[in-house]
């Protein structure tokens, strides 16, 4: 078990370009999740993936973001046109579900976004 | 609307003594709850969960209360030492209704020598 991993850890970029991050998760797990976080506050969830198949996305993923999941196994998430509101922490997470009930997420270490 | 609560931003106890997080929720649907603690630069770490059919549920210094009726659960950690000074988040699932969780906004713990 060598946990979340995320690429990069930290990503400087300029209003209006666009960027993408990296998640792989724990082997087994069949459940993949990003969120985002803000100084003072929780995760934010943003969505999930069921081995490939994105299962839900909330409403705060808009139009300029974008998740895939090929092969049900590493994790991208990119933003285009990035805005100085989308600066924050993008936590990426992970679980094993069986049966229908979630189990526990495992959360990588995050990739801190700074747009300039 | 916050569905999941945490009214104090902090909390500061001496090493050795009770420490008590507490959680409001509102969402009746939530059934399973997990409680993470979160140090500076890393990502969150799993503490301890319990389901709604318990109401509690202890795990070596840890001891997670659940009352389903007031929508109200608790952090207890007995003794707390330094390295517990973190922010703790709770968060909360609806498994028959979808899987992500939603987390509060944490309490950050101080835990003084």
């Known amino acids: 078990d060598t946990g979340v991993s995320q690429d990069p850890r930290h990503k400087i970029t300029k209003r209006g370009q666009n960027v993408t991050f990296r998640c792989d998760p724990i082997?087994?797990?069949?459940?993949l999740y990003w969120y985002r976080q803000t100084l003072g506050q929780g995760p934010e969830f943003l969505t999930y993936f069921q081995n490939e198949a994105q299962l839900e996305k909330s409403r705060l993923l808009s139009d300029r973001f974008s998740a895939e999941r090929p092969k049900g196994s590493f994790s991208t998430l990119e933003i285009q046109r990035t805005e100085q509101g989308d600066s924050a922490m993008y936590l990426c997470?992970?679980?094993?579900?069986?049966?229908?009930?979630?189990?526990?997420?495992?959360f990588g270490s995050g990739t801190q976004l700074s747009v300039l | 609307d916050q569905q999941v609560k945490q009214n104090s931003p902090s909390l500061s106890v001496q090493e050795g003594r009770i420490s008590i997080l507490n959680c409001d929720y509102t969402?009746?649907?939530?059934?399973?709850f997990l409680w993470y603690k979160k140090y500076p630069a890393e990502g969150p770490t799993f503490l301890i969960s319990?389901?709604?059919?318990?109401d509690k549920n202890e795990d070596g210094r840890f001891t997670v209360f659940l009352n389903k009726s007031a929508k109200h659960l608790s952090l207890h950690i007995v003794p707390s030492q330094p390295g517990d000074s973190a922010v703790y988040f709770c968060?909360?699932?609806?498994?028959?209704?979808?899987?992500?969780?939603?987390f509060g906004p944490g309490t950050r713990l101080s835990v003084l020598p």
């Open positions: 082997s087994e797990h069949n459940r």
């Open positions: 969402n009746s649907m939530f059934d399973y």
């Open positions: 997470a992970s679980s094993l579900v069986s049966g229908g009930v979630g189990g526990k997420l495992f």
């Open positions: 319990i389901s709604s059919i318990k």
């Open positions: 968060a909360a699932s609806a498994q028959n209704y979808g899987q992500n969780f939603v």
